[in-house]
DNA sequence: CATGAATGAGATTTCATTCAT
DNA sequence: CATGAATGAAATCTCATTCAT
């Protein structure tokens, strides 16, 4: 009923959030319920609704939050910097570690990528597009400046956004087979020069017509 | 005695099946109900218990058998293909059109990242597994002639199946704003050359030891 | 729609009643389905509703049957004996055995006084009267010869069958704790010297008075 | 962290075991629903979970919790009384008193026999033989001080159950047809003088051998 | 007569949310 | 501000019964 922004005072919207990281990287959004959360957090079940209006509005602010977050550390570790090469590595590195250091908000971005409904949806997809939009502009930047070939930019960022979330996920995730990796050197080295060897011309052999896609099915 | 898979004489499997893809698609695992399913199937409540033990055993079962096929159909073009660049781009653009022509099965395989609870997890897991063997082992062959460069194949397999989930899911799902993209040949470029301009020289700008990852936090 | 009983002309219909018998007692009339029963039976789903109206119907035919039954085999046998002593410990002794052969039958019968709903109940409830009768028109004869003191009757009858029941029961069912016992002669002696005329002095040190009840209706 | 048990503020625990009592007594357990007890109860479906952990929790724990105040209430009387007869006389007294103020009661714990599944058999098997050795204790010592002839004390205790139950049971429900008994004296006298010693001759007229039991297997 | 695939009413149980304290 | 007992809508799953074959 209040704008439930001013309550603040204490550390207890905090907790809870923390809580929920928690609860639903273990257990994903409909496996948790807010009791746990409020017992994770020490706080009451009622307390969980003083500071946000719903078991939705907890996990949308969740994401937003930490997406927010990540991309004010990214925007700020930016600054100084020159060439999109040099700002995309630094950004794929940042995401890296960003992913690396929580385990659970890797679990929770990703378990919400169209399957929680319209609701979540919508609102998390806002707070991921002004994120990746970080990546796009870089990109962006690239293909102006030359540096970077021809590309759709908003593509580019949601494959670099894609290969990130993916490997870091398989990474923390799936423990034993998968080897751990602590350096992402690798990736950025994908990212930026792809799987193909230098020392040729190799122009991508890609097989343009062949696949085009013509109608995409259902609700076309 | 009834194995629940001996029944099988109408196409009524098939119809759940495909009643399944659609309300998941549209609502989530959770957010679907099995009496939608049937009714959208055609069918009643009861009879989806008679061709699968249980929600999840249809969830699973779907993403499974969907899976199932897009690896067939990739392995069998595989056939008769030489070098791995040609694999891999051959791959991506199946893959791709997979993806595309169903933008319910993309929701449904990029709805179940981890958030849908251990049970679902592990057992969909498994089938995910599976499939991207297929490019770990185009890669692993790729690195193995020098075609590709030295890379770890199991993290560039994650890497490219996240870069076509996320740029599927955004192709297909967020209609407006995204430009939709038919033709995928941009993204194998990028998979297989990167981003960067290859007249130069231009080894990866990486800083391997900066952005190490020490410890990964919570539960460490 | 057919009366259900004109049909019976092979086995099936003893088969399906021999396989109630186990099925019931096994789970109980509530926690037994008729697929189960069916398949012990060895028939189909759909023949069971060729020779029995409900699972209703089911259940409450096979107690009047076994109860008819027993009260054909006790009538038979007290035929040429002299005396109600006689008469009842024949019938106790025959009850007895009746019940020792079929652990199931015990199950089944006590399964059902008062906890179906009014519907089994009342079906049931006949029968078990019906086969009680013959208790207590022998105590009837005894209080009128002599032979036996004054006592309702009917009461003495239910009391007997109480005890008989509670005790086949426990020896059946409750296999550790309880002494096995294969011999009826303390039952029947603790029946009989319970209803037979005393020579000695021992008039039932009861409180006539003290207990008496006022009110029987709960919560009055 | 809630054991529910710690929760009894108010007597909502007391008004759904006195509901669940009404309603199960009425339609048996399995054709009760929590709706019904709740609303009975003037409590909402949820609340009873609350209290009770289950369905079936509740109806055990109603069998339970009324045995045990039977038992109290028995063994408090026994207190100062002497001779086994005595005790017995009391004991039957008090249990045909508290039958037959709970009409419910009586239908409810006999509706319990064998019929339920073994989860409810298990559990309130337990509370049954807990009160049945209350009887089974006096017997015992009657056997000992030679005041009753030489029986099998459990079985012998099942058998007095077994009276006072069925009487209990049809003297209450069947009203139509049955004498209604307010006196257990003659109930009293069937059991007692079926214990005691006989200055008289009158040995039980069994037939010892002719009906042992040889194999108690069903279908034999 | 016999079958068993199909049905859908209905039951238990969970849990987000409220509100009196 | 904080709490947690109470609520009831809603979801999964079962199973007696039917009926086309």
């Known amino acids: 009923m209040a704008d439930k922004g001013d309550i603040q005072e204490s550390g207890k919207r905090g907790m809870i959030l923390a809580a929920a990281l928690m609860i639903f990287s273990e257990k994903g959004f409909h496996g948790s319920t807010i009791e746990e959360i409020a017992e994770e957090a020490g706080v ?15 996990f949308v602010s969740l994401v937003e939050e930490r997406l927010r977050e990540l991309k004010e550390i990214v925007v700020k570790h930016l600054e100084g910097l020159e060439g999109a090469g040099e ?17 659970e908000f890797v679990r929770v971005i990703l378990s919400d990528l169209g399957g929680l409904g319209k609701e979540l949806d919508e609102r998390t997809r806002d707070a991921r597009v002004r994120f990746i939009e970080v990546f796009e502009s870089i990109i ?7 540096e970077f070939k021809e590309i ?7 494959a670099i956004e894609g290969a990130i979330s993916f490997v870091a996920f398989e990474n923390l995730i799936n423990s034993q ?6 350096d992402p050197s690798q990736l950025v080295d994908f990212c930026l020069n792809g799987l193909c060897r230098r ?3 190799g122009e991508a052999r ?9 109608s995409s099915e259902s609700e076309g």
């Open 177 to 182: 087979g998968f080897p751990s990796i602590s």
């Open 206 to 214: 890609c097989f343009p017509d062949k696949y085009k896609i013509e």
């Open 140 to 146: 962006k930047e690239g293909t102006e400046t030359g």
């Open 199 to 201: 020392e040729g011309k």
């Open 87 to 103: 700002k995309l590595t630094e950004s794929i590195k940042l995401h890296w570690k960003f992913f690396n250091q929580s385990k």
């Open 44 to 58: 009451g079940k009622g307390t969980v609704y003083l500071y946000f209006e719903s078991k939705t509005d907890l």
């Open 152 to 158: 759709q930019p908003r593509m580019a960022a949601y």
